[in-house]
């Protein structure tokens, strides 16, 4: 009969595979370390201990006060921790036991108002329950995600909310090993980490070239933002705006402008100055953000080129302010209240032990046409 420490180990390796090997469709059915997490609850100092084949107590000082062991044992806690992505419990013996009534969520950004309405919705939804949302900003470039999220797990919140899907291995490996539910939004996949509530961003790029296409669009550019969920959203409209003959002869891509995220007025502004110059033919744009776009109409008042008539513009996230401009701007909308909604609903779920079945939500999106196009 194996020991614990070697049952452990097995788990442990299960684990590491699961957060470095290519998803599956099924991740439900396929992984047994996601079978273990839910009945487990994620592993524990015990279970470190175990590992490092030394007592709980030992591990403790390990972590706590490392000046307190041997450099020896302390070695074998450090291995570990390492190997299991186990996160020391800030708040045990107080609430170790207990619920602690408060959900995490990781957004990009605040400054933008993109995120803005799923936060306000998935506050909502939570405090309705008596829930706390405590809310992170990782950034986009030189992501904090990774220590944002270890300071998360820490606290062991009862649910943790994420901006996308593109985790880090480090990250994914602490959030499976936390056995905190996990729900990924703004994006799709099959293989989340645990829960998800999003919409493919590969699906707005190719619907907005089609729409534009629809609207007698010969030459189509892109002002769009650095981060990953923009890159591949851009590319498939790139990629469908070629197929539909709406790019120069030859080229492999439509003219694009990348901007820094997160994105600005004077970023839309400047895409435009930069586009035009480049290619003056250019008679519709597809803008990664509202605030961009608006960045596009201001610079095309400035330059003295009518809207619609000489270059459509589309934003994506519907602002409030959208449908005040002049003239109105045509943007995608993406549901953000949905998604906080479920989001919420989803973990609370989980807390209450209730089974979560159809853990892929894909929200969809739509295009509010105005007066821009």
Known sequence: MKNKSSSIAAVKADLASAATET????????????????????????????????????????????????????????????????????????????????VAAVVPTITGSVFLEMVQSLTKSLADEGYQLMLGQAGYENSREDALLEAIIGRRPDGVVLTGIMRSVLGRKRLLASGIPVVETWDLT????????????????????KYLHGRGRKRVATISANDERAVRRNKAFSDAALTL?????????????????????????????????????????FCSSDMMALGVITEAHAMGIAI?????VVGLGDQEFSKDLNPPLTSVRIDGTAIGTQAARFIIERVDGKPVTDKVRDIGFSIVERGST
């Open 23 to 102: 998803p599956v469709t099924d991740v439900s059915a396929t992984d047994p370390v996601r079978r273990s997490r839910r009945s487990s609850g994620g592993f524990t100092l015990r279970d470190v201990a175990k590992l490092a084949n030394v007592a709980p107590i030992t591990a403790s000082r390990a972590l706590n006060t490392p000046d307190a062991v041997s450099p020896a044992i302390l070695a074998r806690v450090r291995e570990a921790v390492e190997r299991t992505g186990y996160v020391p419990n800030l708040l045990a013996g107080g609430l170790a036991s207990k619920k602690s009534r408060l």
């Open 190 to 209: 099959p293989t989340p980490i645990d829960m998800l509530v999003g919409f493919s961003h590969e699906k707005i790029g190719e619907a907005v070239a």
């Open 245 to 285: 003959g709406m790019g120069q002869a030859g080229a492999k891509e439509v003219a694009t402008c990348i901007v820094k995220a997160p994105t600005t007025l004077g970023s839309g502004r400047s895409g435009l100055r930069s586009l035009l110059e480049n290619d003056p033919a250019i008679d519709a744009i």
């Open 308 to 312: 619609p008539a000489q270059l459509a």
